[in-house]
């Protein structure tokens, strides 16, 4: 029989079953605060973040867990889970042998490779603590007191560095091996030195130290211990089950130092057996080119970036049929880090990815800090929207909390830290009466009615100011009307004006003719004063990774920009400068 050309095309719906289904508990109190809970158990953990890479070791050793790239070509280097285990093993057999006990602390100053990698895992099998620390902290130029103050905090043990030529401010007193050279030659002459045994780790004691991004002050060291961090990865686990589905791909750049990049991100891999291909572009901008060849080539089956990243990715996948087909041809889910997508920027990825599969590939983010583990509530739903941060993870609880007008998140569970490392005074600071973290973030219900569709995020509580009449101003709301209507046009924006007569705004910009209709067409829509934005500026230079203006994800860092461009603010509120 022929068939009929009016039936419509029946599409299987390959994400069937990727997630699991939402089920809140919600509670409203009398005094407006909202306590959310997951429904769901978490399935047992293991018990450190070695038995992963143990057992992986044995069932699959010469499959590939790390590579890198080799030159500026297309070959790479890769690390297997064999070797890995075998080099863990070696590694942490030197470090014991050089003088360092459990518990002592290996700062890392490196960006991510398989030297790196490596060293880390050496550090983790002996029981030392691994501290990894961003380069640019140490780098020529660099505040040599803000890096005395890390040292000071850390008061590390050793130091193991890329090069002390690129790091000079690590030389300190302290032991330094430097690269995979001398690391090599100094666990060579080990023979007979036993290997640490993982059964002897206590999986409650600090394995790893983070340092915030001092976005918000000077940065602090959070502990991970090996249960945080298997707790955290098996919570996400459960409820993104299309992860057991096949082994994990990943092309990523965000930096070890971050709990996304280095926990998340790297658990997410070594849990299941997969591959983490590190992008050596870094995020950069001007390595766009980069990122693209090894997306290409690579194949990711899951990929994150900030909404800056995504912006810059969207017009290649519009126009490169061949790169839209290798991107999404494989690709399970999407994520989005940091600040909320754009809805203009969400429904051209979608579109652009039913393009290749038929169906959009979900689209998905979550909501934590560095104190959280990293995550504290996910997304694990097909249809959910930009802006949403998803449900509480299996174990955690959220609080709710009104203040000065919105509710701040607070959370509590196996994930989140128990306590700044050695800053009792900071501690006290930062968790509640009844032991909850105070982020500082700020969060709403999608629909007060339906508490299972979860948060939206609302911004930081520190970014709302008030104008010179008094008047409160919602940064998030603005910024993402202002994304939402620019498409391509804007990278992202810095919204200025506290105690001034109105608002004004910082653009990065590709192209700064555009602007002018943006605004005008925005301000048509919003009359009011706490939404119009009467004058804007765009950011030349655009902003700078060395500065600190953008933070290791590759958002705009608003504290330290504003800082570093005190003249771009004053000029905005010079009335013979800027466009109103």
């Known amino acids: 029989m022929a ?72 070959a790479r280097r890769t690390l297997s ?45 002996a029981g030392i603590i691994y501290v990894p ?44 091996i430097e690269g995979p050279t001398a690391l090599d030659a100094w666990t060579a002459r080990l023979d007979g030195v036993a290997e640490p045994c993982i059964s002897e780790l206590d999986p409650a004691l600090p394995a790893k130290l983070l340092l915030t991004s ?24 459960d409820v993104w089950p299309f992860i057991t589905r096949r082994k994990p791909t990943l092309v990523d750049w965000l930096p070890w130092n971050h709990a996304f990049g280095g926990s998340n991100n790297v658990h997410l891999v070594l849990s299941q057996g997969g591959t983490l291909h590190i992008d050596q572009s870094r995020g950069r901008p001007e390595l766009l080119d980069c990122c693209i060849s090894n997306l290409r080539n690579l194949c990711p089956t899951f990929h994150g970036a900030v909404p800056a990243g995504w912006a810059a990715l969207i017009p290649i996948l519009e126009s490169d049929l061949g790169f839209r087909e290798a991107f999404f041809g494989g690709l399970d889910a999407m994520f989005c880090a940091g600040a909320a997508m754009s809805a203009d920027l969400f429904d051209r990825l979608s579109r652009a990815s039913a393009s290749v599969r038929g169906l959009p590939v979900p689209i998905l983010t979550g909501w934590g800090a ?14 959910a929207r930009p802006g949403w941060i998803g449900t509480p993870l299996p174990s955690a609880e959220i609080r709710l909390v009104p203040q000065d007008g919105k509710r701040e998140l607070r959370v509590r569970g196996p994930s989140v830290m128990r306590a700044y490392w ?140 504003l800082a570093q461009r005190p003249e771009a603010v004053t000029g905005l509120y010079d009335e013979k400068r800027g466009h109103s």
């Not at 790091?167 to 300190?172: A, E, S």
Request: aromatic fraction near 6%; charged fraction near 25%; hydrophobic fraction near 40%.
């Open 3 to 74: 068939p009929n050309p009016h039936e419509a095309a029946i599409v299987v719906d390959w994400r069937e079953g990727m997630f699991a289904a939402r089920d809140v508990e919600a509670r409203f109190l009398p005094d407006g605060e909202i306590r959310l809970a997951s429904r769901l158990a978490s399935s047992p953990r293991v018990r450190t973040t070695l038995h992963w890479l143990e057992q992986w070791a044995e069932e699959t050793p010469d499959a590939v867990f790390v590579s890198e790239a080799l030159g500026h070509g297309s």
């Open 81 to 125: 889970y064999g070797q890995a285990w075998r080099d863990a093993g070696r590694i942490g057999a030197g470090l014991l042998a050089m003088g360092l006990r459990p518990q002592d602390r290996l700062m890392v100053v490196a960006l991510n490779s398989i030297g790196h990698m490596q060293v880390a895992l050496g550090a983790l099998r």
């Open 133 to 176: 620390i961003a380069p640019q902290y140490a780098a020529p130029g660099a505040d040599a007191a803000k890096f005395a103050g890390v040292l000071e905090l850390i008061a590390p043990d050793a130091i193991y560095c890329d090069s002390v030529k690129v790091t000079p401010l690590i030389d300190t007193g302290v032991p330094i």
């Open 214 to 237: 001092g976005s918000t002050g000077s940065p602090k060291a959070v502990p991970y211990s090996h249960a945080l961090m298997t707790e955290n990865l098996q919570a996400t686990v």
């Open 370 to 383: 560095t104190e959280t583990g990293p995550g504290a509530t996910i997304v694990h739903d097909m249809n």
């Open 422 to 561: 050695r800053r009792p005074d900071l501690t006290a600071q930062v968790f509640d009466e009844e032991g909850f973290y105070r982020t500082g973030d700020a969060g709403c219900l999608v629909d007060p009615t339906r508490p299972e569709l979860g948060l939206l995020f609302d911004g930081r509580l520190a970014d709302d100011f008030k104008l010179a009449n008094g008047s409160w101003v919602n940064v998030n709301q603005l910024r993402l009307d202002l994304l939402r209507r620019a498409g391509d046009r804007l990278r992202d924006v810095v919204i200025v004006g506290p105690d001034r007569p109105h608002l004004a705004a910082l653009c990065w910009a590709d192209d700064s003719a555009a602007l002018e209709e943006l605004f005008v067409d925005h301000n048509r829509d919003h009359q009011g004063q706490t939404m119009c934005v009467q004058k804007f500026a765009v950011l030349i230079p655009p902003p700078s990774t060395e500065l600190g203006e953008l933070t290791t994800k590759g958002e705009i860092n608003r504290r330290a920009l």
